[in-house]
């Protein structure tokens, strides 16, 4: 049977993934202005998984013995490679705070993939109206994206439900795969499929034409350094300790946090749009995220031991 972490642990762990990724989509935004999305995601993890590894190999002669290799690789596919990816490629024509509310829908997305797919229990009343309510909002978003977005194309919006979706399944799957004691080098793995699955991507989209390394501007390159140290090594390792110790409904409440800060962000410093239909639709994202999440205790089954 696994330990339980301390307490405090778990608490700096979802610290890091509530404030981390929260300001993540504004970094993202900044990166991208001089280096291609795909390109700039393949870099990041690529160096995070590379300095993982070698931080593991220096402690211990195998450090990825034992681990699920081909689960790690397909959550990598998942999490680093698409649902990371097509969020950074979606923000080409979204503005951050957008993304991120798209983003924040995912814990509706791992209900209802637990609900279909998982361990097919039927949700509570609370939930199913949180899950139309959460979607309302994406509807909202969906609807609304060219007034808040500017000429922002629907590829975009596919783009980031897709990425959100695949997030989502990523993280039902995780859970699988990786044992409490194995959540570093199962991330290591993770980022460096991710950075793999997003180098392809950079490939066939021809990111390479007309790009020089000359170009990049010194801010694009902090915020991909920002990224790569406290987005990636950081973030992703508070997150894939969380997955392991934590249900996975309990660990997506960053989906709440997230938007919040991305959107203030988006609007403060990069003066993105942010109209009623804006507000509409976090109000009625984090509603919904809000009564998916808090629905009490789980019942416990007759006749078994707490």
């Keep these: 049977m696994q330990q ?3 307490p405090a642990r778990i608490v700096l762990a979802f610290a890091g993934i509530y404030v981390i990724w929260g300001t993540t989509f504004f970094a993202i935004a900044l990166v991208i202005r001089t280096i291609p999305p795909f390109l700039s995601g393949a870099v990041r993890f690529a160096l995070a998984g590379g300095l993982m590894y070698l931080w593991l190999r220096m402690r211990h002669a195998r450090p990825l013995a034992g681990l699920h290799i081909a689960g790690a690789i397909l959550c990598g596919v998942l999490l680093t490679g698409m649902g990371n990816g097509f969020v950074i490629w979606s923000q080409q024509g979204l503005p951050s705070g957008v993304a991120a509310l798209f983003v924040g829908a995912m814990p509706v997305s791992v209900l209802l993939m637990d609900w279909l797919f998982f361990s097919r229990r039927t949700p509570r009343l609370q939930a199913v109206l949180g899950c139309t309510v959460g979607l309302a909002g994406v509807v909202v978003l ?11 194309r629907p590829v975009y919006v596919a783009s980031v439900l897709l990425a959100q979706l695949a997030w989502a399944l990523g993280t039902m799957l995780q859970r699988r795969f990786v044992r409490a004691d194995q959540v570093v080098a199962f991330s290591c793995v993770q980022m460096l499929s991710g950075a793999a699955f997003q180098g392809l991507m950079g490939l066939l989209d021809r990111e390479w034409v007309g790009f020089s390394p000359a170009q990049v501007s010194p801010l694009s390159l902090l915020a991909l350094t920002y990224l790569i140290a406290i987005g990636s090594i950081v973030a992703v390792n508070c997150y894939s300790f969380l997955v392991a110790h934590v249900p996975a409904q309990q660990v997506t409440t960053y989906a709440l946090v997230n938007p919040v800060i991305a959107l203030l962000l988006g609007t403060l410093v990069l003066h993105e749009r942010f109209s009623g239909a804006a507000l509409l639709a976090s109000v009625l994202v984090i509603a919904g995220v809000a009564l998916v ?3 009490g205790p789980p019942r416990r089954p007759a006749g078994r031991a707490a």
Excluded: K
């Design 4 to 6: 339980h972490p301390p």
């Design 142 to 152: 969906a609807v609304y994206t060219e007034s808040l977005a500017g000429s922002a």
């Design 293 to 295: 999440l808090y629905q």
